[in-house]
């Protein structure tokens, strides 16, 4: 079936550091979707993506959706306390199938 | 505009016993998702909904797990009997249309078996 990637596992950084994480599949998607889940909640949808080499923006978020269509990149510039989290990817296929997700990105800001 | 809503929040069963989970989607948003979270993995799909028709519940233990969205809108999950395995958040997610959507999530309820 299809499988997402996602780099770093996890990543402790700085206050203030801006911070790039990725998803990689080994099928294409037509639609990229970020996702952030606090503990003992659900998912928050962050960015959406739906075209090859689209560059998208969300306050200091910015994905883009790679050109070869297996991948995606999140960036947060200039971290704060808040973004404390998982990050995830979801990828969805041509044929409106569901949405498949990454293992997640940890991410620990120390202030 | 009311976001995906799930209960109970929390679930705490002994194994071999049964379990219902409830969602209620997004206001016309006509597909809906069951997802499983353990912990420290992402999202896997039990089953999809459009309407009130199944899409896709390749990947739902049939067993043990059904799920039906009778009139179209809100869905039940249930787990008969538990298994210690079945520990896990599970998510309600709705999007307005299949293919090309934004999925959105409920706080999903967190199943404790004993």
């Known amino acids: 079936g299809q499988q997402l990637n996602q780099s770093p596992q996890s990543m402790f950084i700085q206050e203030g550091e801006d911070v790039s994480m990725n998803c990689t599949s080994s099928?294409?998607?037509?639609?990229w979707l970020w996702y952030k889940q606090d503990p003992g909640e659900g998912p928050v949808l962050l960015i959406a993506?739906?075209?090859?080499?689209e560059l998208t923006s969300n306050g200091r978020l910015t994905a883009q959706f790679g050109i070869t269509r297996k991948d995606s990149f999140l960036n947060i510039s200039a971290s704060i306390p808040s973004d404390v989290g998982i990050y995830f990817c979801a990828g969805q296929n041509n044929y409106g199938q569901n949405f498949v997700f990454g293992p997640g990105t940890r991410l620990s800001v120390l202030p | 505009e009311a976001g995906v809503a799930q209960s109970p929040r929390y679930k705490i069963i002994e194994k071999r016993q049964s379990v219902a989970f409830w969602c209620n989607p997004i206001s016309g948003h006509a597909t809906l998702y069951w997802y499983q979270q353990i912990l420290g993995q992402g999202p896997k799909l039990l089953i999809q909904f459009q309407n009130n028709g199944v899409v896709d519940d390749s990947q739902l233990p049939k067993d043990r797990f059904s799920a039906e969205r009778l009139k179209g809108v809100d869905s039940t999950l249930k787990i008969q009997p538990a298994k210690l395995e079945d520990s896990a958040v599970y998510l309600c997610?709705?999007?307005?249309?299949?293919?090309?959507?934004?999925?959105?999530f409920g706080s999903g309820t967190q199943l404790s078996v004993l």
């Open positions: 997610a709705s999007s307005l249309r299949q293919g090309g959507g934004k999925l959105f």
């Open positions: 993506l739906y075209k090859a080499g």
């Open positions: 099928s294409i998607f037509n639609t």
